[in-house]
């Protein structure tokens, strides 16, 4: 299933809401850059969809904090999260 | 047997670089015989608006490109239902003259069921 | 796994230039294999020879040019696209009667045909934009 | 008072929604490039604000019909808007 | 008498370059003496988040070059109120250390005020 | 009245560098003063010399070139900006080392002071980004 990437904040873009509407059952959601500025809202509590990421070199140099519903990884593991999801699909814009 | 491919086209045309060259790399594709299926969603619905005109910015229309989709072995593209409503269209406003357009109503199903996503 | 990068932003412009560098390190330390980085849209600047970043910015040019030494990278910048944005090889400056030329070594033009064959070749296709 | 210029679409910028909540009476909202994408949704009827301007050409580009709460304008039409007012607030991310 | 004018800053730090270039022109400006006012808005109002620590992105800290701000005459700088309730933040979240933050609600009224506006 | 833009955005990546140009037609068609066009961020792409547009695309570059040469234009070119994204005169190539220049005639290297003072100097600033 796929694996979504959202690199925009949900604030000034769409894309994290519009990724959330093509959200399939197994899928997963991955922040990345300015996506997970998703973790300062409401979705830090209670995700829309599961599982969440985010890349948390990208967290934790914007001051955010990593709420208990996501999952916080490294490099390595984004990589095996592309391995294990089939298409890759990015939200960039 | 090749492996499906989608282009999911997600952007306005004009605005920015994007749409055209997103067509351009489906046309790309397409000429060596590795034809994408096509998604239109989001802003990218407004692609497929009739009647552009854009001589008046100086720039050239992207319904040629579209129009072209068929001679490449593109008969159908998807277009988002959902997207299409948020917008206040229905496939009944969209162009005619290039692939046949096909609703679709669960965009995640369908992502899902394909190899690799090409995104523009 | 054999991968394939689809890179759409200028590097000193949107981070995601500087995640795909990231990812393609990360990937190759993890022992996959990278087929292609394809440089499309503002992407193509990631192949100029003339980005000068100061000292304490970090160097994307050099950190892509020692990758594609090291794992001898397929590293292609869309030939149309890098026309439209002024990244030119010796031979395309001749050719469009241009000053000068600015591709970098380990760069190379291509055609667009190539992001495609690289969808086809490659187990994941990631795309950087931004 | 404010001339405020929007470039993106509302569909997946905030950028419209953003510009409203700093609009000032007085002030006046001109649409261009994808900005004039507001002209297919709800605004076109009712706009939010008034008075709204659009780039004809901009319009004319992206096939979209000009409704009569909005002012089709020319480029001769921008400067003078610009002269008319101030400060000029570009709204493009 | 110079005219006055307000440096707009409506985006997040890191993900683009206009944040950081928007504080560069800034500082630029204030060295030559035509120093603006600032107002955060939007996703600028993240560039304000303490504890901001982008060496893992091999990025500089934007902070620097907030907290350098008194020293060329920006005393203060006004923070949108609503684009913080927005986004569940408050000014006592915010990091000091650099200009004093005062919270604007009729942003509309404040940036009609200036002569030109800098959009950042 | 007297007009100075700000312009962000790269040709052919964006269309606001197109409507910065109109703009500046415009406002000169209509009889007032352009006291200066500051090309920042990735607008510093509208003083490269080496974009090679397909002939059926608009030469932004020449056209600016034109107006330039017309109303003697002052085109500035964010030194700063311009050093990040590759853009360098024959003087900033050889001082950083690298191996061209690309700064189109007619338009000049300066200081980010240089917006400033524009926004002191002009009754109008128009700034085109995104």
């Known amino acids: 299933m796929s694996l979504h990437i959202v690199s925009k904040s949900p604030f000034s873009s769409t894309a994290l809401a519009d990724c959330l509407a093509a959200f399939s059952e197994g899928d997963a959601l991955l922040l990345i850059e300015d996506g997970v500025y998703a973790l300062s809202g409401r979705m830090s509590e209670s995700p829309a969809v599961r599982p969440v990421y985010c890349l948390e070199s990208d967290a934790r140099a914007r001051g955010l904090e990593i709420p208990g519903a996501v999952e916080a990884i490294d490099d390595a593991r984004w990589v095996a999260l592309c391995t294990e999801h089939n298409p890759i699909v990015s939200w960039f814009k | ?120 | 796994m054999k991968f394939s990068l689809a890179v759409y932003s200028a590097p000193h412009s949107s981070q995601s230039a500087a995640s795909a560098l990231r990812f393609a390190r990360a990937l190759l330390a993890e022992g996959h294999e990278l087929h292609r980085v394809f440089f499309y849209c503002d992407g193509v600047h990631n192949g100029s020879a003339l980005a000068a970043p100061p000292q304490d910015e970090p160097d994307l040019l050099g950190a892509w040019q020692a990758l594609q030494a090291e794992h001898g990278l397929d590293l292609v910048v869309c030939i149309a696209a890098a026309q439209r944005r002024g990244v030119l090889s010796e031979s395309e400056a001749r050719r469009l009667e241009r000053p000068a030329a600015n591709l970098a070594e380990g760069f190379e033009l291509a055609g667009l045909g190539q992001l495609a064959d690289a969808v086809a070749q490659s187990d994941r296709l990631v795309t950087f934009g931004g």
């Open chain 2, 1 to 120: 047997m090749a492996k499906r491919f989608l282009a999911l086209c997600r952007q306005a045309p004009y605005g920015n670089a994007l749409a055209r060259e997103g067509l351009e790399a489906v046309l790309a594709a397409s000429a060596l015989e590795q034809v994408p299926d096509l998604l239109f969603c989001g802003d990218g619905v407004f692609q497929l608006l009739p009647e552009q005109s854009p001589a008046g910015i100086e720039q050239k229309s992207l319904q040629r490109n579209l129009q072209a989709l068929p001679v490449f072995g593109i008969e159908t593209a998807y277009v988002c239902e959902r997207s299409l409503a948020q917008r206040g269209l229905d496939l009944g406003m969209l162009a005619s003259g290039g692939p046949e357009l096909r609703p679709v109503s669960d965009t995640g199903k369908l992502i899902a069921g394909y190899h690799s996503v090409l995104n523009f």
